[in-house]
């Protein structure tokens, strides 16, 4: 079985011939292991133990200050590994409206980049995923001022609903043309919540954001993820509601894999829980490989799921804890387990 195969067996809750790994990996990490110059996304897959390669260029940043100072405003993407940063957001009133400008998704030049990335990887028997942030909520809150966003809520709900929309309104266009290039299926990346919880409360989740999601959600048709870190226990049904194939990345300790195996596992594929905070970086290989079969124990039975880090392969993480962990998978990821 290759990786691709292993990858969308997984996807649809199937057991392929061993638990597949798949997770972002920061840039900094890619040149410490292939050196500095053109990184080949498949030979980079085969070097770690990755079953999928990814392409993230239409990922709408937030729109933001530079908290460097350097500029009036910067847009930080927050998924290129290098140039991480989110300052405080340049949306407070309406009138501030007109500093988000996107690029024209109706362009079709626009999609070269995503071309040449499927012409390049199709033949290499990894699974291809689109990552986006589809669903215009992160874009949103990390768009405004936090007390401003806070303010909104209450007293300027069209703002919010405005900027909502013009966010889903570009990736709907994204997604349609996405979906044809060639990709096995698609990421959306919507952090929404911290540790204890939602970044709001579950009431204003499913009145104001959970709707509009749902349009996304329903424009995507090969399968796709839902990507957030924290603590999603309290809306898990809602998000469940959007009917994507996995989810990401069941941040631990906030989010048990065993609980979630037991309560969610029969309806989507669990993907990730190797804690970052401290087994990557600072545990032993020794501690690496335990919590790698621990967690393929806890979720892997019956198929349907992905092992990867508790966000993505940070350049924190020792290199040798890297290599530690996908070499686990493939020891104590066999089926039948």
């Avoid at 990552?131 to 809520?153: E, H, K």
């Avoid at 399968?223 to 870190?229: K, N, T």
Wanted: hydrophobic share 40%; net charge negative; glycine share 8%.
């Amino acid at each position: 079985m290759n990786s691709r195969e292993r990858v969308m067996m997984a996807l649809e809750l199937k057991e392929p011939d061993r638990v597949p790994f798949m997770d972002f990996v920061d840039t900094p990490i890619k040149r410490q292991i292939m050196g500095p110059g053109d990184i080949d996304e498949a030979e980079f897959a085969r070097k770690i133990g990755m079953d999928a390669i990814y392409f993230v260029d239409y990922a709408l940043p937030t729109f933001c200050k530079d908290p460097s100072g350097k500029s009036d405003g910067a847009m930080a993407s927050g998924l290129s590994g290098e140039t991480e940063f989110i300052g405080e957001g340049l949306i407070s009133t309406d009138a501030d409206l007109s500093k988000i400008v996107l690029p024209d998704p109706r362009e079709e030049s626009y999609y070269d980049p995503a071309k040449r990335f499927v012409e390049r990887y199709h033949d290499q028997d990894l699974a291809l995923y689109a990552g986006l942030r589809p669903f215009g909520m992160f874009n949103t809150i990390y768009s405004m001022p936090m007390m401003d966003f806070a303010v909104a809520l209450r007293d300027n709900r069209k703002l919010i609903d405005t900027m909502m929309d013009m966010f889903i309104e570009w990736n709907l266009v994204v997604i349609e043309k996405m979906q044809t290039l060639g990709f096995d299926f698609i990421v959306g990346y919507n952090d929404m919540a911290w540790k204890e919880g939602p970044l709001v409360s579950p009431q204003v989740f499913r009145e104001v954001f959970l709707p509009k999601m749902k349009i996304v959600a329903d424009a995507i048709k090969i399968p796709w993820a839902f990507h957030s870190d924290g603590n999603l226990t309290i809306v898990m049904e809602d998000l469940l509601s959007l009917g994507m194939n996995a989810m990401n990345p069941f941040e631990p300790p906030c989010m048990n894999l065993k609980t979630a195996k037991e309560k969610w596992g029969d309806r989507i594929c669990l993907w990730g829980n190797i804690d970052l905070v401290n087994t990557l970086p600072y545990g032993t290989v020794e501690a690496v490989e335990a919590e790698v079969k621990q967690r393929i124990e806890d979720a892997g039975r019956g198929g349907g799921y992905i092992c990867a880090t508790a966000n993505s392969v940070t350049n924190f993480c020792k290199i040798e804890n890297i290599f530690a962990m996908t070499a686990a998978v493939k020891k104590h990821g066999v089926y039948p387990l």
